[in-house]
C-alpha cells in the first residue's frame, strides 16, 4: 500500500474574502460561507477545496500542501497532503482497499512520522473508526479516525523495573479524509487533543464534510 505523501512546498497566499488571484496556474480563492463562521478555501491548481473555521490561520513552512491552527489552541490544526504526481497512478480511493485497510495504512504512516528516538518512549494506537462516503460531488472518500497515545518514562535507566515508571505524555485524536483524483491521493488531517475534542468536534467534522478532491483544470 502507498500512504506516503512527500512533501511539497507550495505558493500559498491568504486573501481577504472573496478574492481571486491569478499566478500563474494558480488560483485560490477564500470566500466567506453562509454564517460567516467558516472560510471556504479553494485551490484550483492543485484540486482540492475545504472549509474552515474562520479565526484559525494559516502556517507556512508546516511541510504540507497546506496548514492551518486554532490560533489560541495550537495542537488544534490541519493539513492537507497529496501524493507525488509523478509516482501516482491512483484511480479511485478504493486502490487502498477496503476502509479498515487504508485506515491500517493511515495509522502506520502517523506512527512514522511521531517515531521517536527517545528511550522509553512507548506508543499506544487505536483505529477508531473507518468508513466511507459518496459525497454530493459523485466522488468516494474514506474517513479514518485514531488515536494515539504517548508514554514516556522519565527515569529509563533505573535499575529497578517499579522505577521506570511510564506516564501519559500526550493523547491525541486524529481525523483523516482520504479522496483520489488526477491520479492522486489526497488526505486532509486533523489533529487535537482528546481533551479538547468534545469543545472542537462540531468545527472539525464540518472541515471534514466540506473536503472535496478536484479535476485540475488541463
Ligand atoms: C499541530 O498539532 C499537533 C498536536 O495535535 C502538535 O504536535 C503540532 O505541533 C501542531 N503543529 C503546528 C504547526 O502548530
Do not use: H
Not at 512520522?113 to 494506537?125: D, I, K, P, Q
Not at 483524483?181 to 488531517?189: C, G, T, V
Amino acid at each position: 500500500m502507498c500512504t506516503k505523501f512527500p512533501r511539497r512546498n507550495v505558493l500559498s497566499t491568504l486573501l481577504s474574502a472573496s478574492t481571486v488571484l491569478l499566478l500563474g496556474p494558480r488560483q485560490i480563492t477564500l470566500a466567506e460561507t453562509t454564517g460567516g463562521a467558516f472560510r471556504e478555501y479553494i485551490d484550483t491548481f492543485d484540486g482540492y477545496s475545504f472549509i474552515y473555521p474562520k479565526g484559525w490561520i494559516q502556517v507556512k513552512g508546516a511541510g504540507a500542501d497546506i496548514f492551518f491552527r486554532d490560533p489560541v489552541l495550537l495542537d488544534v490544526n490541519m493539513s492537507v497532503d497529496i501524493s507525488s504526481p509523478s509516482s501516482s497512478t491512483y484511480k479511485t480511493v478504493e486502490d487502498l482497499g477496503p476502509p479498515e485497510k487504508a485506515a491500517e495504512g493511515v495509522l502506520k504512516q502517523y506512527l512514522t512520522e511521531f517515531m521517536s528516538t527517545r528511550l522509553g518512549v512507548r506508543r499506544e494506537s487505536n483505529v477508531l473508526s473507518a468508513s466511507s462516503k459518496v459525497a454530493d460531488d459523485g466522488k468516494l472518500y474514506y474517513e479514518v479516525e485514531v488515536n494515539i497515545k504517548s508514554y514516556a518514562s522519565n527515569n529509563e535507566l533505573a535499575v529497578m523495573p517499579k522505577d521506570r515508571v511510564q506516564s501519559l505524555e500526550w493523547d491525541r485524536r486524529y481525523l483523516t479524509v482520504l479522496g483520489v483524483e488526477n491520479n492522486q491521493l489526497y488526505a486532509l488531517r486533523l489533529q487535537t487533543p482528546e481533551r479538547l475534542l468534545s469543545e472542537e468536534e462540531g468545527d472539525l467534522r464540518r472541515v471534514m464534510d466540506s473536503f472535496r478532491v478536484n479535476k485540475i483544470q488541463a
